[in-house]
């Protein structure tokens, strides 16, 4: 079973805070996906990743896939309220051919609050 | 929208009765997924189709869970004799495609909830 541990689970803090949260795993993935989740709404796609040491920015969202494809980071600079959600990463494990497989593991969340 | 609709977008039921969940995938779609997502929880895989072949249905708990597809379209995915364990939000996904870049587009999801 290939796991994805994200950290932490729970994050509160200040509009203007920056923050980082981590997806950390054993195994190596292929491809590597953020997604954001909003209450009683399904996840929507920020980014995907997929070569190692990867990085990816969208408007103040940094991404980053470890040089190793065993983990991945999301950084955000000067967090908005907007930006309150659940952060899902979800890896693409490579299959036993060496390709890609299409079926998704995803972590449990880093659940993020800014407050005004 | 043109959007993954889901519905019930609740279901409240007793123990021991059958549910029946639906998914309308965005058109055109040929991969669809289910997921299922407990409190505190990721998503978990429960099942998979593409196009005409045969659906992957490693992720089901159990024989209680069955899903079908029809018309390479709308998806159902049914739970017989519902237990208090079985409720969580019951997530629907569909994408063009499955390369690494594909993304998965979800519709909001049915909370069931078994008393």
């Known amino acids: 079973t290939q796991l994805l541990e994200q950290s932490p689970q729970f994050l509160s803090i200040q509009e203007g805070e920056n923050l980082t949260v981590y997806c950390n795993s054993s195994s190596v993935f292929s491809s590597l996906q953020w997604y954001r989740q909003e209450p009683g709404e399904g996840p929507v796609l920020l980014v995907t990743?997929?070569?190692?040491?990867e990085v990816k920015k969208l408007k103040r969202l940094t991404f980053q896939f470890g040089d190793a494809r065993k983990d991945s980071s999301l950084h955000i600079t000067a967090a908005q309220p907007g930006d309150t959600g659940l952060y899902l990463c979800a890896g693409r494990p490579r299959s036993n051919s060496g390709g890609s497989n299409y079926k998704l593991t995803f972590g449990k969340g880093t659940l993020l609050t800014v407050n005004p | 929208g043109a959007g993954v609709s889901q519905s019930p977008s609740n279901k409240v039921t007793e123990k021991g009765k059958d549910v029946e969940l639906r998914c309308d995938p965005i058109s055109g779609h040929t991969a669809l997924y289910w997921y299922r997502q407990s409190l505190g929880q990721g998503l978990e895989f429960l099942i998979y189709f593409q196009g005409n072949s045969a659906p992957d249905k490693s992720g089901l708990p159990s024989d209680r869970f069955s899903a079908e597809r029809t018309g390479g379209s709308v998806s159902t995915l049914t739970i017989q004799r519902t237990q208090q364990e079985d409720s969580a939000v019951y997530l629907c996904?569909?994408?063009?495609?499955?390369?690494?870049?594909?993304?998965?587009?979800f519709g909001p999801g049915t909370r069931l909830t078994v008393l």
């Open positions: 990743v997929v070569t190692g040491g």
């Open positions: 996904a569909s994408s063009s495609g499955t390369s690494a870049y594909n993304e998965q587009f």
